[in-house]
């Protein structure tokens, strides 16, 4: 029996259960991941009884199975160096018998006892069972160090690599399933252990070895000398698979490495539960999380759990791989990247990218919120599916996965029932609740539908025909000859003018459906559509609109656009 992590405990009371296998841990910037995993290690490295200092600022308490002191000293004699009483350098004399730690600590046997309890904390008898990696803190690994003592057992990754042809080859397939290059060890550098990226083709021989062997090893690129990337991945899988580590606790995994290696790290990630191994990983990362909750990735558990803040408090949203792999399997959930909401405060998602683009740009120009939050703490993902009626997938998903998401649409979502009735439904309400409002709306606006009338259209025909004796109509004629064929539409003049066109007891149904629609999430642009919030843009083509609005400026001018903004930041932020 190996110690295993059972419940984090925060400060807040609230409780995250720990995977058997991968426990991930996503969220916007500044909700604590990071700190979680610092204190997590702090925490199983302390003494038992000893006050946190500094003072524990996310994890309260942890529960954990610990294993009995006989099952400790069993996998201490397995897996660490065991010496007698005696004179060991650079220690010193050592007058009991002890074990030597993965990171060179000393433990004397008859602490062993003292240190193992039921609260989790194992002080230096910790530091055998667990490794943490800061962001980026792996790229050291594989730096070239010092040939192992034969008489003990090996210190850091390079020499296991050293010692294990069978780890070595392990390490080398899953760098070339990265980099499409394999790795090799130098077991002819004297005093001095490196590995290359490459093979080599000569034969290799007991030490020295040949000229051959040793000219084509030597020419081969030392893995330090790489770029961060390489170093990071590599260095990743020697801290994971070259020690027996119980606990991983690691900030950050995909940092310096590109998408595939982020992705095929999270299967790794996965995989170690195979090695009887729990890991907790804080990431950012929409790769990192497909990798974990892959159908190549190992059967064991995988948890997701969305960490956010609210005024120094921190709460908790869970989610199991089967609903995460379910939701990543969907094209329109993976492909539009929807799911990049679990790294923000909340997710907006618009009928197109224009839209996207407008409101981004809208908020990046907000100072602060009503309640005086400043909009550049909050992390918003704005994203779309392409049409109204992808809409409530797209919602649904999101809520699936925990992340507080509003949605932002035309002002003609209420012409279609139908729409209508599956994005409230989407939002988690009933549509029969909302039906008389829209009824009364969709009853005013469709009434000034009016039809043609023949003789009106022939006498505007003929006046715009014989207006100029060209042979050759304009375009600007060809427009005006088309809209005379058009009959007005209700609908289109409710897109054009929005809330302007309702009057009596119209309006006031609008501006409580409005009210009401927003504390589901949705959010009506209630000028009409995008574009009439720059209505003295040309809106023929909404591309050249939104270029011309941008490349001007114009929307840090829009008192209409930023409240409409400001008030959707502030239903997400309230909803954490």
């Known amino acids: 029996m190996f110690p295993k992590l059972r419940k984090v405990i925060l400060t807040s009371g609230e409780i995250i259960d720990v995977s058997d296998g991968v426990t991930a841990i996503v969220g916007p910037n500044n909700a604590g991941k990071s700190l979680l995993l610092s204190e997590l290690q702090r925490w199983i ?12 600022l996310v994890l309260g308490n942890i529960e954990a199975e610990v294993p009995t002191v006989e099952d400790f000293n069993a996998w201490l004699t397995k897996t660490c160096l065991h010496r007698g009483p005696g004179f060991y350098l650079p220690s010193g004399q050592i ?13 004397l046997d008859n602490q062993v006892p003292q240190l193992v309890n039921s609260s989790g904390r194992l002080s230096i008898l910790g530091n055998a069972f667990t490794f943490y990696a800061g962001a980026g803190g792996t790229r050291d690994m594989a730096n070239g160090t010092g040939t192992v003592n034969m008489q003990e057992l090996p210190q850091n990754p390079l020499q296991h690599l050293y010692l294990s042809r069978e780890l070595e080859n392990e390490i080398s397939s899953l760098v070339k399933r990265a980099f499409n290059v394999p790795l090799v060890v130098n077991r002819y550098g004297g005093s001095q252990i490196n590995v290359h990226l490459g093979s080599v083709s000569a034969p290799e021989t007991p030490p020295p070895g040949t000229k051959e062997y040793l000219a084509e090893i030597t020419a081969l690129p030392q893995v330090q000398t790489q770029g961060d990337g390489v170093k990071a991945f590599i260095g990743m899988l020697l801290a994971i698979r070259t020690a027996d580590y119980k606990i991983l606790l690691i900030d950050e995994p995909e940092t310096f490495l590109h998408p595939p290696q982020a992705y095929l790290l999270g299967q790794i990630l996965a995989e170690q539960h195979d090695r009887n191994t729990q890991v907790v990983v804080a990431t950012h990362s929409s790769d990192i999380i497909q990798g974990l909750t892959s159908a190549r990735a190992s059967v064991g558990a995988v948890s997701i759990v969305r960490l956010t803040r609210k005024d120094n408090v921190n709460h908790v949203a869970q989610l199991s791989m089967h609903e995460m792999r379910g939701l990543y399997g969907d094209p329109l959930i993976k492909y539009y990247s929807i799911l990049d909401g679990l790294f923000s405060h909340g997710a907006v998602v618009c009928e197109s990218d224009s839209d996207c683009t407008y409101y981004r740009a809208v908020l990046d120009s907000i100072g602060t919120l009503e309640d005086g939050t400043p909009a550049s703490s909050i992390s918003l993902h704005f994203t779309h599916c392409s049409g109204k009626a992808r809409l409530p997938k797209a919602i649904r998903a999101l809520r699936a996965a925990k992340v507080p998401v509003a949605c932002v649409v035309d002002i003609d979502i209420l012409q279609n029932e139908n729409e209508f009735k599956d994005l409230i439904a989407s939002c988690g309400d009933a549509p029969e609740n909302y039906m008389p409002l829209r009824k009364i709306v969709a009853s005013a606006v469709s009434s000034r539908d009016e039809r043609l009338e023949r003789a009106k259209v022939k006498a505007e025909l003929n006046q715009l025909l014989d207006s100029k004796r060209s042979s050759d109509l304009s375009t600007n004629e060809l427009s005006r000859l088309t809209a005379a064929l058009k009959p ?25 459906l409005v009210t009401a629609l927003r504390q589901l999430g949705i959010f009506m642009v209630d000028v009409g559509e995008l574009e009439r919030f720059h209505p003295e843009v040309s809106a023929d083509n909404k591309a050249e609109w939104l270029r011309t609005v941008l490349e001007q400026k114009l929307y840090e001018k829009s008192i209409e656009s930023k409240k409409f903004v400001t008030a959707i930041a502030s239903s997400i932020l309230q909803r954490q």
């Open 45 to 56: 490295t302390m003494s038992p009884g000893q006050q946190p200092a500094p003072p524990m």
């Open 488 to 512: 007005k539409n209700g609908w289109r003049q409710f897109k054009l003018a929005g809330y302007r066109l309702l009057s009596g007891e119209a309006r006031i149904s609008f501006d409580k």
């Open 95 to 107: 007058p009991y018998p002890h074990f030597v730690l993965p990171n060179n600590n000393l433990i």
